[in-house]
């Protein structure tokens, strides 16, 4: 197994359809068709993104959605550990909360400041 430090990546452990497959991955890695199947087959990252990467981590979700949902069997790695969806749901939901709580102290140091200066 491949290991790569910082990623969130996904690997095809029991494909089915070909065209399935190769169609979904093509909308989220625009990798050759070769290279597709070389992944699979060596069992390394099919679409990954850096665990910090909130719009990479969608993408993650829902690129593992449409793998099952086509009846493909997808494991998500965690800096070389299985994981699961939910881990990547929790992990965008503590981002969100970071985000709202980040945004919430800046405009309490604004408004501390004494608000806009026009």
């Not at 981590?57 to 994981?83: P, Q």
């Not at 503590?94 to 026009?118: H, K, L, N, P």
Request: charged share 30%; glycine share 6%.
């Amino acid at each position: 197994m491949e290991f790569i430090p910082g990623k969130i990546g996904l690997k095809i452990k029991t494909p089915t359809s070909m065209a399935k497959y190769i169609s979904i991955l093509r909308k989220y890695n625009p990798i050759s068709i070769s290279e597709i199947k070389t992944a699979i087959d060596t069992r390394q990252f099919v679409f990954d993104c850096e665990y910090t990467d909130d719009a990479g981590l969608r993408r993650v979700r829902r690129c593992y959605d449409e793998l099952t949902k086509a009846g493909n069997t997808v494991e998500i790695y965690e800096d070389g550990n299985l994981t699961t969806r939910e881990f990547i749901s929790n992990l965008l939901g503590s981002y969100r909360e970071i985000a709202i709580e980040t945004q919430a102290m800046i405009d309490a140091e604004v408004d501390a400041e004494g608000g806009d200066e026009e």
